[in-house]
């Protein structure tokens, strides 16, 4: 411990490291809190006595060199401890008591030793009065004018002061005063020693008759005094503290030597110290074990309808039932050894019969010779309303949890849904295209027709069936304006501590707030998805760092196009959000796939999921938002997530759901698309097959292809001359959209069809390089006239279903 641990404890500007340094008198302190700790001392505990403070180590290491003789050592331990208790118990002051110590040189030293409690401090006070015990005889330096001159200022520490009091008196007379004692008084020398009340001159008039009381007391009864008086002198008010010890003589006079010290800092630092409990709302209270009392100070005692002192069973009747076998666990372990302190939190009754929350901060105060807990102290607060925005902010989180996590069931089922719909319709379609086949070839077969009449309406059912269920479990559509931060902010709480210290998570936010339209909770679920994701990116010897910052409003979007979600629409404004790891980064086959809601990896930046990110990519195309990754293997991943600010959401239920003309005959012309070279893309090779074969029924030239990497590399050809490419939307490593984006790139440029099941993954109003787009399954006729209009029409991307 050190000086300036007792300044950190009452406060930096209260100076009390100052005030104990500048002490006139050799002092000490020890922390009470931790017995074995270092002893710090002032520079006149070394003048006096030559040891520095490290050389002592703690109190025992003092006691071991003052008193050599270890039954001395014990009995002198025993009562300086209990003198700082006494006060801590009382508030009052116990009066110095003598010992006989030794010095570093190994000399015998007389000293009146002080001890009281300050906070969780005891303050120890040493005064040499080795050489007025050695004078030859008390009697002569009261009658000896020469005897006082030789007790001179300079060589006298602080206001000291000498008494004599006759036998069988009650009274004592001033036989020597130093110039400290005068200046400190403010009195004059002559008038002291004519006059012994004159000392008290300048003491307010009501401490006049208690002062007196208690020296008169004092010289009575021959026992040390110690008392402090606030002076009422002109200039700066301050405050004195007065000690004696009476000394017998063999003559039956009794010498009385003492010393006056200024206490003014501390006791500004005391009155500071009551300012700062009271301005908290701070209760102070000691707790005496072997005596089962507990004592409250005045305000703990008037709020709580407490009694100042109460026994501990009574304490125990307010407490609430529920709290009571946690607080007597922990004070069993406290007056067990096992705690040397804690924090608690319980309710209990106050004075006007209502349950608080009080936070106590409880630690032990003393100790008996063999360490166990003699004393506890506390300082408790009232924290009825942060418990209760405690308590409310826990049910808000809870509803967030479970609000998101029925969002999420709600995705997941939508992913498996669409998933099981590509599928579905994929098959319908080979089915519906043998059905376009048989019809006609048996004609006469009136069976057959029959049930090929049957086969196509289970068909047309089929597909209507999957198309009203599609988005069935789609989210709620709040398009209220949401503060971004503020959702940033509940993510990490719902993140929680624990991953929020080992990931060293930390949010930064710009000057003013963000804002966005969108649903609260799916702006929530792609945040926290994305920074779970983020936490994942390192490896156990080297946990990723993660970091969520808003960027403030007119920051620009990266200059490519989104990973994720959406195309960003010229003229939309866009919030951004980004997150970041310190991770081993994103291997090129992982982000080529992660979205997929079919992939799955191992090890770190697997970024096995589940539905996770799927879902992700689903929640930013249906708000039109969008999604950037920057990585790097080995030096972490930054996603930087678009957020429109305000843009309507396109509807689930219709967004790229234009139906088929079903006034249009299922009839395909032979010739309709004679000398046309098509390329055909699907990842399924009977539906690929199938499609082509829809093509070659109206005289197409069709090729097939399930590998989207070696389409692209068959339509880079020129030679090839292809007049269409038709391809599926959903296909491993290369999708339909990035093969539509490439073929945009080429001179001459094909037009591209798009067949898909799961139109739903485009964006209604959104520019697109599709000619045309159907939805699976699809019959011939339908796909023959989109590749014919699609030829014809002239070249700018659409929109628009068949």
């Given at each position: 411990?050190?000086?300036?641990?007792?300044?950190?404890?009452?406060?930096?500007?209260?100076?009390?490291?100052?005030?104990?340094?500048?002490?006139?008198?050799?002092?000490?302190?020890?922390?009470?809190?931790?017995?074995?700790?270092?002893?710090?001392?002032?520079?006149?505990?070394?003048?006096?006595?030559?040891?520095?403070?490290?050389?002592?180590?703690?109190?025992?290491?003092?006691?071991?060199?003052?008193?050599?003789?270890?039954?001395?050592?014990?009995?002198?331990?025993?009562?300086?401890?209990?003198?700082?208790?006494?006060?801590?118990?009382?508030?009052?002051?116990?009066?110095?008591?003598?010992?006989?110590?030794?010095?570093?040189?190994?000399?015998?030293?007389?000293?009146?030793?002080?001890?009281?409690?300050?906070?969780?401090?005891?303050?120890?006070?040493?005064?040499?009065?080795?050489?007025?015990?050695?004078?030859?005889?008390?009697?002569?330096?009261?009658?000896?004018s020469a005897g006082h001159a030789t007790?001179?200022?300079?060589?006298?520490?602080?206001?000291?002061?000498?008494?004599?009091?006759?036998?069988?008196?009650?009274?004592?007379?001033?036989?020597?005063?130093?110039?400290?004692?005068?200046?400190?008084?403010?009195?004059?020398?002559?008038?002291?020693?004519?006059?012994?009340?004159?000392?008290?001159?300048?003491?307010?008039?009501?401490?006049?008759?208690?002062?007196?009381?208690?020296?008169?007391?004092?010289?009575?009864?021959?026992?040390?005094?110690?008392?402090?008086?606030?002076?009422?002198?002109?200039?700066?008010?301050?405050?004195?503290?007065?000690?004696?010890?009476?000394?017998?003589?063999?003559?039956?006079?009794?010498?009385?030597?003492?010393?006056?010290?200024?206490?003014?800092?501390?006791?500004?630092?005391?009155?500071?110290?009551?300012?700062?409990?009271?301005?908290?709302?701070?209760?102070?209270?000691?707790?005496?074990?072997?005596?089962?009392?507990?004592?409250?100070?005045?305000?703990?005692?008037?709020?709580?309808?407490?009694?100042?002192?109460?026994?501990?069973?009574?304490?125990?009747?307010?407490?609430?039932?529920?709290?009571?076998?946690?607080?007597?666990?922990?004070?069993?372990?406290?007056?067990?050894?096992?705690?040397?302190?804690?924090?608690?939190?319980?309710?209990?009754?106050?004075?006007?019969?209502?349950?608080?929350?009080?936070?106590?901060?409880?630690?032990?105060?003393?100790?008996?010779?063999?360490?166990?807990?003699r004393s506890l102290a506390g300082v408790?607060?009232?924290?009825?309303?942060?418990?209760?925005?405690?308590?409310?902010?826990?049910?808000?989180?809870?509803?967030?949890?479970?609000?998101?996590?029925?969002?999420?069931?709600?995705?997941?089922?939508?992913?498996?849904?669409?998933?099981?719909?590509?599928?579905?319709?994929?098959?319908?379609?080979?089915?519906?295209?043998?059905?376009?086949?048989?019809?006609?070839?048996?004609?006469?077969?009136?069976?057959?027709?029959?049930?090929?009449?049957?086969?196509?309406?289970?068909?047309?059912?089929?597909?209507?069936?999957?198309?009203?269920?599609?988005?069935?479990?789609?989210?709620?559509?709040?398009?209220?304006?949401?503060?971004?931060?503020?959702?940033?902010?509940?993510?990490?709480?719902?993140?929680?501590?624990?991953?929020?210290?080992?990931?060293?998570?930390?949010?930064?936010?710009?000057?003013?707030?963000?804002?966005?339209?969108?649903?609260?909770?799916?702006?929530?679920?792609?945040?926290?998805?994305?920074?779970?994701?983020?936490?994942?990116?390192?490896?156990?010897?080297?946990?990723?760092?993660?970091?969520?910052?808003?960027?403030?409003?007119?920051?620009?979007?990266?200059?490519?196009?989104?990973?994720?979600?959406?195309?960003?629409?010229?003229?939309?404004?866009?919030?951004?959000?980004?997150?970041?790891?310190?991770?081993?980064?994103?291997?090129?086959?992982?982000?080529?796939?992660?979205?997929?809601?079919?992939?799955?990896?191992?090890?770190?930046?697997?970024?096995?999921?589940?539905?996770?990110?799927?879902?992700?990519?689903?929640?930013?195309?249906?708000?039109?938002?969008?999604?950037?990754?920057?990585?790097?293997?080995?030096?972490?991943?930054?996603?930087?997530?678009?957020?429109?600010?305000?843009?309507?959401?396109?509807?689930?239920?219709?967004?790229?759901?234009?139906?088929?003309?079903?006034?249009?005959?299922?009839?395909?012309e032979p010739n309709l698309l004679a000398?046309?070279?098509?390329?055909?893309?699907?990842?399924?090779?009977?539906?690929?097959?199938?499609?082509?074969?829809?093509?070659?029924?109206?005289?197409?030239?069709?090729?097939?292809?399930?590998?989207?990497?070696?389409?692209?590399?068959?339509?880079?050809?020129?030679?090839?001359?292809?007049?269409?490419?038709?391809?599926?939307?959903?296909?491993?490593?290369?999708?339909?959209?990035?093969?539509?984006?490439?073929?945009?790139?080429?001179?001459?440029?094909?037009?591209?069809?798009?067949?898909?099941?799961?139109?739903?993954?485009?964006?209604?109003?959104?520019?697109?390089?599709?000619?045309?787009?159907?939805?699976?399954?699809?019959?011939?006729?339908?796909?023959?006239?989109?590749?014919?209009?699609?030829?014809?029409?002239?070249?700018?991307?659409?929109?628009?279903?068949?």
């Open positions: 411990m050190t000086a300036e641990t007792l300044d950190t404890q009452h406060g930096r500007e209260s100076g009390v490291a100052d005030l104990f340094q500048d002490l006139p008198v050799a002092a000490a302190l020890h922390d009470l809190r931790d017995p074995a700790g270092a002893l710090e001392v002032n520079a006149r505990f070394t003048a006096t006595f030559g040891y520095r403070a490290s050389e002592l180590g703690n109190l025992t290491g003092w006691a071991k060199t003052a008193y050599p003789d270890e039954a001395e050592r014990k009995g002198a331990l025993d009562r300086i401890l209990a003198s700082v208790e006494a006060h801590r118990r009382t508030g009052r002051v116990p009066p110095p008591s003598e010992h006989r110590v030794t010095d570093k040189w190994g000399r015998s030293r007389t000293i009146l030793l002080g001890a009281a409690a300050h906070g969780p401090f005891a303050l120890f006070t040493f005064q040499d009065i080795t050489e007025p015990r050695r004078a030859a005889e008390a009697r002569k330096i009261a009658e000896s007790l001179t200022d300079t060589t006298m520490l602080g206001g000291a002061f000498a008494m004599l009091q006759a036998p069988g008196q009650d009274i004592a007379r001033f036989t020597y005063v130093n110039g400290s004692f005068l200046d400190l008084l403010g009195v004059a020398r002559k008038g002291v020693l004519a006059e012994p009340l004159s000392a008290m001159a300048n003491f307010p008039a009501e401490d006049h008759a208690r002062w007196m009381a208690r020296i008169r007391d004092a010289l009575r009864r021959k026992t040390p005094f110690a008392m402090e008086t606030r002076l009422v002198a002109p200039g700066a008010p301050r405050w004195v503290r007065a000690e004696a010890v009476p000394r017998d003589l063999p003559d039956g006079w009794v010498i009385w030597e003492g010393v006056v010290v200024d206490v003014t800092r501390l006791k500004t630092t005391e009155q500071w110290l009551e300012r700062v409990l009271d301005v908290t709302g701070a209760y102070v209270w000691s707790y005496d074990i072997p005596a089962g009392l507990a004592v409250f100070n005045e305000r703990w005692a008037r709020e709580m309808g407490l009694e100042p002192v109460q026994r501990s069973d009574q304490w125990w009747q307010a407490t609430h039932p529920e709290d009571r076998p946690m607080l007597q666990d922990v004070l069993g372990r406290l007056v067990a050894g096992d705690l040397a302190s804690c924090t608690v939190t319980y309710r209990r009754l106050n004075a006007q019969g209502d349950w608080v929350w009080i936070k106590i901060f409880v630690g032990v105060s003393a100790r008996d010779a063999g360490g166990k807990p408790s607060f009232d924290v009825t309303e942060e418990q209760e925005r405690w308590l409310t902010t826990q049910d808000t989180l809870t509803e967030l949890r479970e609000s998101l996590a029925r969002e999420h069931q709600r995705a997941a089922v939508a992913e498996v849904t669409g998933g099981l719909a590509h599928e579905i319709n994929n098959l319908l379609g080979l089915v519906t295209w043998n059905i376009e086949r048989l019809t006609g070839m048996d004609a006469a077969d009136g069976a057959v027709a029959d049930g090929l009449v049957q086969l196509r309406r289970a068909v047309d059912m089929t597909r209507d069936l999957i198309e009203a269920h599609r988005d069935m479990p789609r989210p709620d559509t709040s398009d209220e304006e949401q503060d971004l931060g503020a959702l940033v902010a509940k993510a990490v709480a719902l993140i929680g501590k624990r991953r929020t210290k080992c990931h060293d998570l930390r949010i930064k936010m710009p000057d003013n707030p963000v804002k966005v339209r969108g649903n609260p909770t799916q702006i929530l679920q792609v945040v926290m998805q994305l920074a779970l994701n983020a936490r994942d990116a390192g490896v156990p010897e080297r946990p990723a760092k993660v970091e969520i910052s808003v960027l403030a409003a007119g920051t620009p979007l990266p200059a490519r196009h989104p990973d994720a979600g959406a195309l960003v629409r010229p003229g939309v404004e866009m919030a951004l959000l980004q997150i970041s790891d310190t991770g081993v980064g994103i291997s090129q086959d992982v982000r080529a796939r992660m979205f997929q809601n079919t992939f799955a990896a191992d090890g770190a930046r697997g970024l096995s999921m589940g539905m996770g990110l799927p879902i992700v990519a689903r929640i930013l195309r249906f708000n039109r938002a969008s999604l950037w990754i920057d990585t790097e293997e080995g030096a972490g991943t930054t996603m930087t997530v678009a957020w429109p600010v305000n843009a309507p959401k396109a509807d689930p239920a219709t967004a790229n759901r234009p139906q088929a003309d079903a006034a249009q005959e299922d009839v395909i000398g046309v070279r098509a390329l055909v893309v699907d990842d399924m090779p009977d539906v690929a097959m199938a499609l082509a074969a829809m093509l070659e029924t109206a005289g197409a030239e069709a090729y097939c292809e399930t590998d989207a990497v070696l389409a692209q590399e068959a339509l880079s050809e020129r030679e090839a001359g292809w007049s269409v490419l038709v391809t599926d939307l959903q296909m491993p490593g290369v999708d339909g959209l990035t093969l539509a984006r490439h073929v945009a790139d080429l001179d001459p440029a094909p037009p591209v069809v798009l067949v898909s099941a799961r139109t739903d993954r485009l964006v209604a109003g959104e520019d697109m390089p599709f000619a045309r787009v159907l939805s699976k399954p699809v019959s011939g006729s339908q796909l023959v006239r989109a590749v014919r209009q699609a030829i014809d029409a002239p070249k700018q991307p659409a929109l628009s279903e068949e």
